[in-house]
């Protein structure tokens, strides 16, 4: 038995793209129908209803789009949404924080996580509670990086001024004493290169679209979604307004193909 139906992703704008690369390599027969919400990213800075509400109308033009499972490529919209996505959606919901919480666990040798991630994700508590959740001795420590999306869309990957924030970001969470920590912003693993040094090999880095790709491949073999493995699945990207640099910026950085971009209008539910 096999389901050809795409694995609907959704971000709210190109970072979840680290998502789909992870989900390639790992996943390569699958077809992927990936929506960024280019038209009201950052969601970041936004407040928890917000987010939320944005999340259920990017689900629901994925439902429409006849996704076999919703994968939430944003840890902001993951940290806020998927509680209620879970309650109402029909088909299967994954996140990235459960997974990313998951891989700190295994990790970590002396039981102290670090989370970085917008303010909304830090804000929001989710990584706490589901680290306690599965561990409740684990320390953890967080620290939102606000200014790091707006270098990575920037392009600024390898760049002295980033370097500068990284430093000034994360040296508390080191000093602290934390031997894992967690990227918890899908747009992070683009500076995986330029976070390193700043570990010095002591602390081990988790990428939440890595741990989510296998996440979503426990799934399908789990409820029999998997594709047939024969031949390449096919990548289709829209957006909700047109892109930006930053796609550019993805598309070098990810290698990734991404063939002809679609556009997709927000569909806002009848108003009651
Ligand atoms: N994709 C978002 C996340 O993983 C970062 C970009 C944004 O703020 O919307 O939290």
């Not at 987010?51 to 006849?66: G, N």
């Not at 991630?117 to 508590?125: D, F, L, M, Q, W």
Request: charged fraction near 20%.
């Amino acid at each position: 038995m096999s389901d050809a139906r795409p694995i609907g992703v959704f971000d709210s704008g190109i970072g979840g793209l680290t998502v789909v690369k992870a989900l390639r390599e790992l996943l390569p027969g699958e077809n992927i129908f990936y929506l960024g919400d280019t038209a009201r990213v950052p969601y970041g800075g936004k407040s928890a209803s917000t987010v939320e509400r944005y999340s259920v109308e990017m689900t629901d033009m994925l439902v429409a789009e006849d996704v076999k499972t919703v994968v939430i490529a944003c840890n902001s919209a993951s940290a806020v949404a998927l509680p209620k996505l879970e309650q109402t959606l029909a088909v299967p919901v994954i996140g990235v924080i459960k997974p990313g919480a998951q891989a700190a666990l295994a990790a970590t040798r002396n039981r102290h996580v670090g989370v970085i991630g917008t303010r909304a994700t830090i804000k929001s508590g989710a990584y706490e509670r589901e680290l306690r959740a599965l561990n409740p001795d684990v320390r953890i420590s967080v620290r939102a990086c606000p200014l790091l999306v707006p270098l990575i869309e920037e392009g600024w990957l390898d760049d002295e001024l980033t370097n500068r924030v990284i430093a000034r970001y994360l040296e508390p969470l080191t000093h602290d004493g934390i031997d894992t920590l967690v990227l918890g912003c899908t747009h992070y693993p683009l500076l995986a290169d330029a976070i390193a040094p700043f570990l010095a090999g002591k602390v081990q880095l988790v990428d939440s679209a890595r741990n989510c790709a296998k996440a979503v491949e426990q799934l399908l073999d789990q409820q029999s979604l998997r594709a047939s493995r024969k031949g390449e699945g096919i990548l289709q990207v829209a957006l909700t307004d047109a892109p930006d640099t930053f796609l550019g910026v993805a598309r070098r950085a990810l290698q990734l193909e991404i063939g002809e971009l679609q556009l997709r209008e927000v569909l806002h539910p009848a108003k009651l």
